[in-house]
């Protein structure tokens, strides 16, 4: 099949969920007009959910699409009925765009490396630095908190932290301030010559990584070290795995530049 034919994942949720909207709607609106009734939204909403959900199981969707699909529409009619201004939707939006704008372009969303990891990432960097130096760049980077922590504990690695959700570039630039050896910036991370550091780490989801392991090889120096939090490259042995003690298990999954 071509390319134009495939849809993204949130495409295909959407199609779906309109299929099921426009089955039910075709049936409903001739039978109430029929009888000159009004449509009882409601129910319309409930067997819209309910045909969406038969819809997603018959294509072995995952079981919280499908969960999705059964609750969507009957919970928009619900917040319908709170008469709720709709300002406040448009509010909550804009904040969820300038937090999860990741999520929306690149399936990648924010959540954070937690301590044990930072620690096990600061002990890679320090084992690699050696007593000299080390360029080091977090690839997606939150609100910072891996990055700066890396920088004030390793005044020899230059770290570096790339972000483009506006909120969580925005907390991360405040929270980076004063570090000589921290260079925080607004970008893609698609963006970034990877071919400048020594160490790139991401955290990032499974969605990104084969397009990720790509830039990887096309960029970086023979030697250096691309570490991917919890999500392996598919295909591709590591050459080795950090098991972090934390739960749930957030492995790193080193891979060596190869040409060394
Ligand atoms: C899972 S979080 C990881 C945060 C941080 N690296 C950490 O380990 O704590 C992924 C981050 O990548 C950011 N992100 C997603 N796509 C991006 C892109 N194309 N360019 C820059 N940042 C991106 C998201 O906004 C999010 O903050």
Redesign the pocket.
């Known amino acids: 099949m071509s390319d134009s034919f495939s849809f993204s994942p949130a495409a295909r949720q959407f199609a779906l969920q309109a299929a099921a909207a426009m089955l039910v709607l075709s049936v409903a609106w001739p039978y109430y007009g029929w009888q000159a009734a009004a449509l009882p939204w409601a129910e319309t909403s409930y067997a819209i959910g309910c045909v969406g959900f038969a819809f997603a199981t018959l294509s072995r969707q995952p079981w919280w699409w499908r969960l999705i699909h059964l609750l969507f529409l009957p919970a928009v009619w619900f917040t319908h009925q709170l008469q709720i201004d709709p300002g406040w939707f448009l509010a909550a939006f804009i904040l969820l765009l300038l937090v999860y704008?990741?999520a929306l372009?690149?399936q990648?969303?924010?959540?954070?490396?937690n301590r044990e990891t930072v620690a096990a990432l600061a002990e890679l960097l320090e084992q690699r630095a050696g007593s000299g130096s080390l360029r080091f760049v977090?690839?997606?980077?939150?609100i910072g908190?891996?990055v700066i922590t890396l920088a004030d504990h390793l005044p020899q690695v230059h770290c570096r932290g790339?972000?483009?959700?506006p909120l969580?570039w925005l907390i991360g630039r405040l929270l980076a301030v004063g570090r000589p050896n921290l260079q925080w910036q607004w970008?893609?991370?698609?963006q970034v010559d990877l071919g400048q550091h020594d160490v790139v780490y991401a955290?990032?989801s499974p969605a990104p990584m084969p397009q990720l392991w790509e830039k990887a090889l096309r960029e970086m120096a023979p030697g250096s070290l691309l570490v991917s939090?919890s999500f392996p490259v598919p295909g591709v042995v590591p050459s080795r795995v950090i098991e972090v003690p934390c739960l749930p298990a957030r492995p790193l999954y080193c891979y060596e530049m190869p040409g060394a």
Do not use: I, K, M, Q
Request: hydrophobic content about 40%; cysteine-free.
């Open positions: 704008r990741g372009s690149g990648v969303p924010l959540y954070l490396s977090d690839l997606g980077a939150g908190s891996t790339v972000e483009n959700a969580t970008e893609d991370l698609w955290f990032l939090n």
